[in-house]
């Protein structure tokens, strides 16, 4: 794990939008997983900087981002896909067609969830994969379980994501119970990993991932058998390293 030291969250979120421009410039056709949440929203507006000063160029980009609220419609302000639109989709020359997030409308859990392997198989595979970090180790809508879930499925989320989610939402009653998202299998897969956590309230999370035993009671642990993973972390979240 090659483990990137950033003073702040601005800091960080250049530091990882200067490892996906390197991704976009080398491979202009290449295929980002990419996530929603507080932590990638920096990220996201330093490469709409870029894209507007003219040094990059997402037109033949494919996206397939790692999760969605199940039962909640594009339209949704709270959705994941209205997230992607409006921090990044809209800014820059990506084309939306080819920008993928699991389908929070369809009902029936396993027709989502084959349709989107099936997606992820024909991209050819994603080539750089952003993801943030829960408070509880959690990656995509992975939550600590007893074994590891390999593909795209159905969770039901835990009370802490619930609890972290809701500051979303009207109320706490409005969060989804339920989401697609990619498995850890399928993040896996991908050729390379970018995490980027900011604040001390990942700093316990972060350090069960990187010196932890590799377990799925803390899904991100994974990460460390992967071999080609960036964690971009703020001085407050590598607070609890020695
Ligand atoms: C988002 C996602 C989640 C978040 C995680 C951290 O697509 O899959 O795993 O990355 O919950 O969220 P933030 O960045 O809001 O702290």
Not at 77 to 89: D, E, K, V
Not at 208 to 217: L, N, V
Request: aromatic share 8%.
């Amino acid at each position: 794990m090659n483990i990137c030291k950033a003073k702040n969250y601005q800091d960080m979120s250049r530091k990882a939008a200067n490892i996906i421009s390197a991704q976009v410039i080398m491979k202009p056709h290449c295929v980002l997983g990419l996530a929603t949440g507080s932590s990638p929203i920096g990220t996201y507006k330093q490469l709409i900087e870029w894209y507007n000063k003219g040094d990059l160029d997402f037109a033949r980009v494919m996206s397939i981002n790692l999760d969605e609220y199940k039962g909640l419609s594009p339209e949704n302000p709270q959705s994941y896909r209205y997230f992607m639109n409006t921090n990044l989709f809209d800014h820059i020359n990506i084309d939306k067609a080819r920008t993928f997030v699991p389908n929070g409308l369809e009902p029936d859990p396993e027709k989502a969830c084959a349709e989107y392997e099936e997606i992820i198989r024909k991209s050819g595979g994603i080539d750089l994969q952003l993801l943030g970090l829960g408070r509880n180790g959690h990656i995509g809508f992975n939550e600590p379980a007893d074994a590891f879930a390999r593909e795209t499925h159905c969770v039901n989320l835990t009370e802490s994501t619930i609890d972290a989610n809701k500051r979303f939402f009207e109320s706490e009653d409005d969060v989804p119970r339920q989401a697609y998202t990619m498995g850890i299998g399928s993040i896996m897969k991908a050729r390379k990993i970018l995490v980027v956590v900011s604040g001390e309230d990942k700093a316990d999370a972060l350090k069960a991932t990187i010196c932890g035993p590799i377990t799925p009671q803390v899904p991100a642990s994974i990460l460390q058998l992967h071999n080609d993973v960036t964690i971009v972390a703020d001085e407050a979240a590598l607070s609890k390293m020695d």
